[in-house]
């Protein structure tokens, strides 16, 4: 199964790089994937998943949880402002934190529910002007402008350009969590996630490597 074989990856990452056994969270992302294929991860005993719209994975989730038992959630896609409600509804944890205006009404709504998932905020490594994310320059001041507002933080995500080696960006990150003192880092996809646990990865997003190729169609 494909899930034994990424879990037996990731854990042995994590001893070539001298981290302890268990310190990487393998994010099983099942975006667009066919629901057999969900439920077959599932039915492996696998419990944490990530999804990138609030919408699909309100449509899956409730029933499947239900079904299966207690499923920690991740966002890992862009969030509009307007469905952070239903995101908070719906979600353990938050990786894409990228912007003043989200970070302010995710505090109004974390205040009134005195309930906070986990955030991580994104970094645009690449500078890519299609991409989420806060840019580099922008990270420290933003970390803090959360902080300011009660947001606690676990840690920084990015997802490094296609076509160029990761390496270089899961430095960047890893070296911009640690002045700011962060312990989470959320990186590392199917094609690059053992290189991201060398470089420190707490939290791993991989889905086509689990699944299958995702058709959109
Ligand atoms: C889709 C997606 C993934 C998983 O990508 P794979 O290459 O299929 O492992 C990871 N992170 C984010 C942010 C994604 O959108």
């Not at 719906?90 to 970070?103: E, N, V, Y």
């Not at 270089?168 to 690059?192: I, K, Q, T, V, Y």
Request: proline share 6%; hydrophobic share 40%.
């Amino acid at each position: 199964m494909a899930l034994d074989d990424i879990l037996t990856r990731i854990r042995k990452a994590e001893a070539a790089a001298g981290r302890r056994d268990g310190s990487v969270t393998l994010i099983a992302v099942s975006k667009v994937q066919p629901l057999d294929r969900v439920e077959a991860v599932l039915a492996e005993g696998h419990r944490v998943f990530g999804e990138n719209y609030v919408q699909e994975a309100a449509g899956k989730w409730p029933d499947l949880r239900a079904r299966f038992g207690p499923v920690r959630l991740h966002m890992i896609g862009p969030l509009q402002t307007n469905k952070a409600k239903p995101a908070l509804d719906l979600f353990d944890a938050i990786h894409t934190l990228d912007r003043p205006s989200l970070a302010d009404k995710l505090a109004r709504l974390v205040e009134g529910q005195g309930r906070c998932p986990e955030l991580f905020v994104q970094v645009n490594t690449g500078r890519e002007p299609q991409k989420a994310g806060v840019l580099p320059e922008e990270a420290d001041a933003f970390v803090a402008r959360c902080r300011d507002l009660g947001l606690p933080l676990s840690g920084l995500m990015c997802i490094p350009p296609e076509g160029e080696p990761s390496g270089p960006h899961f430095a960047l990150l890893r070296e911009m969590a640690a002045r700011n003192g962060l312990n989470g880092l959320s990186m590392g996809m199917s094609a690059d996630f053992e290189d991201a646990i060398a470089h420190g990865a707490t939290h791993v997003r991989v889905g086509s490597a689990i699944f299958g190729a995702r058709s959109y169609g």
